[in-house]
């Protein structure tokens, strides 16, 4: 069983441009959470997400950034006219269910670079 | 502000010694989780404590939650270079179970 993929791993944009960061969660999992992570910081949270709604998006930016999760597909962190404070680490988590008795299973980050 | 603060920020310590990293936490909570993040990597999870539960122990690792004192402390015993790592803590307290994380304490294992 494979755990959670996020592609890219590194991604480099220029100030102005868009960014589409990718997640697919385990097997089976419907729920998906975001967290951003800058340089020697803890996460925070984003925005958490079942197929087809978004449940809890207080951690969001009101601006620029948006998220999905599909149907079909991964879900998708959509960042424009990225800024340079943008550049961080964010991971995505899923988990087979919602609420507290469930585990969050972490993938590998996507390292974004604003230059 | 953050949900939970740990103490120390940074650690450093002999392989063979006990590591002790500490977890505090400002409202009231369903579980408290600790996670390890090797340096550029993602997290892995270590243990969950739930709100009811006082001690829990997975291996070398020991968690406690004092949900009276709003902490939590994570014991590693017999250290090895491997434990090198930043560990959080991350309460959840809301019904969509989204995580508070702590800003980390860094432990460096010296051979």
């Known amino acids: 069983n494979a755990g959670v993929m996020q592609n890219p791993r590194h991604l480099v944009r220029r100030r102005g441009q868009e960014a589409r960061l990718r997640c697919s969660p385990m097997?089976?999992?419907?729920?998906v959470y975001w967290y951003r992570q800058l340089p020697e910081e803890g996460l925070k949270f984003m925005v958490y997400?079942?197929?087809?709604?978004?449940?809890?998006e207080s951690g969001m930016p009101k601006e620029r950034f948006s998220a999905e999760f599909p149907k079909e597909g991964p879900s998708i962190l959509r960042i424009q006219q990225v800024v340079r404070g943008d550049s961080a680490a964010y991971f995505c988590?899923?988990?087979?269910?919602?609420?507290?008795?469930?585990?969050?299973?972490f993938g590998p980050g996507t390292r974004l670079t604003v230059t | 502000s953050q949900q939970g603060e740990e103490d120390p920020q940074a650690l450093s310590i002999q392989e063979g010694e006990n590591a002790t990293m500490n977890c505090s936490y400002k409202?009231?909570?369903?579980?408290l989780q600790w996670y390890r993040q090797n340096s550029g990597r993602g997290l892995v999870h270590l243990i969950l404590?739930?709100?009811?539960?006082r001690e829990k122990h997975s291996g070398r690792l020991r968690v406690t939650l004092d949900t009276s004192k709003k902490s939590s402390s994570l014991l590693i015993t017999a250290s090895r270079a491997a434990d090198t790592a930043s560990y959080f803590c991350?309460?959840?307290?809301?019904?969509?179970?989204?995580?508070?994380f702590g800003q980390g304490t860094t432990l460096q294992v010296k051979p």
């Open positions: 997400l079942q197929k087809e709604n978004i449940i809890d």
């Open positions: 991350a309460t959840s307290g809301s019904n969509t179970g989204k995580l508070i």
């Open positions: 988590a899923s988990s087979p269910g919602q609420g507290v008795t469930y585990e969050q299973y």
């Open positions: 404590i739930r709100s009811n539960e």
């Open positions: 409202t009231s909570i369903n579980n």
């Open positions: 097997k089976g999992h419907s729920h």
